[in-house]
């Protein structure tokens, strides 16, 4: 099958709209260099009782079209070719006349690409510069220390030493205690939790910002017919509140009695690097 239009400027330069999630096709191999999010709109049924079924607007599917033109040189047995004819978008898995998948504009406005390949809920593109700033966070020991009336909590506590941050416990009658979280050490949350979903994908949540909402992705729930991603935004004064049985915290230390605590040395975090990134 000889390819289409490549380009190597191909980049999923479209923000999520409202209602839409990211999501990644499976790359043929870990580590892929070329590997890209994409924002859709879930339908609420698996494929396979594991794959979502993703839903995309025009733009958006034009860049998916430009991504596997670029990446099917990699594996042409795992990756197909697409264009779009007028206002269909056709998928090509092969060279014969029943390889050729014609997908043709939906209802709502968007293309149906759940019967094409395995489609998983992600987060927003893992560029050179999302990994760097990912690991600035890390590095910053000024967000390890608890203030004045915050606790060390844990979503790991099998590694407490590494996985506490800081927050505020806030108390309900009759409800579990929720962690409260400064923006600056929720993005830290979020940060160590996705640097270890990446390693391990099975016992750690995929945890991102989208503009100031935090963005929850559960590392079993995501194969869940209907299930959608987890948007927490802040309070009244900015605050994440994680309040919720998908993501639970202990506590790791007793309420601080009011002392500032100095910064410490922050613990030695390994680099993320582009082939960790590529890991599901």
């Known amino acids: 099958m000889s390819a289409l239009t490549t380009t190597r400027d191909s980049s999923a330069d479209v923000d999520l709209a409202a209602g839409e999630h990211w999501v990644e096709l499976v790359p043929a191999a870990h580590g892929e260099p070329h590997q890209l999010s994409f924002p859709a709109v879930i339908e609420p049924r698996r494929r396979h009782g594991l794959w979502v079924r993703p ?31 007028d206002d269909r978008l056709v998928v090509f898995t092969g060279d014969a006349a029943h390889q050729r998948h014609e997908i043709a504009l939906g209802d709502d406005g968007r ?56 927050a505020r416990i806030e108390t309900r009658p009759g409800q579990a205690w929720v962690p409260v979280f400064r923006p600056e050490i929720a993005e830290a949350v979020a940060a160590w939790c996705t640097t270890n979903h990446v390693r391990c994908p099975d016992e750690h949540p995929l945890v991102h910002f989208d503009g100031d909402t935090l963005v929850h992705v559960h590392q079993r729930w995501r194969a869940r017919d209907s299930y959608l991603p987890w948007r927490i935004g802040p309070d009244a004064d900015g605050n994440y509140p994680i309040a919720g049985d998908e993501w639970a915290f202990e506590a790791v230390t007793e309420k601080s009695e009011g002392e500032v605590h100095e910064a410490t040395a922050a613990p030695a975090w390994p680099r993320l690097s582009e082939g960790d990134a590529g890991s599901l």
């Open 55 to 85: 839903r995309l607007r025009r733009e958006v599917a034009e860049v998916v079209c430009e991504w596997l033109n670029l990446v099917y040189p990699v594996d042409p047995d795992w990756y197909p070719l697409a264009r779009f004819e």
């Open 111 to 166: 293309y149906p690409l759940g019967e094409m390949g395995r489609w998983f809920l992600s987060g927003p593109t893992r560029t050179p510069a999302l990994l760097d700033r990912r690991e600035e966070v890390l590095r910053d020991a000024a967000r390890r220390p608890p203030r004045p009336g915050e606790t060390l909590v844990t979503c790991a506590p099998g590694n407490p030493s590494r996985s506490g941050f800081p």
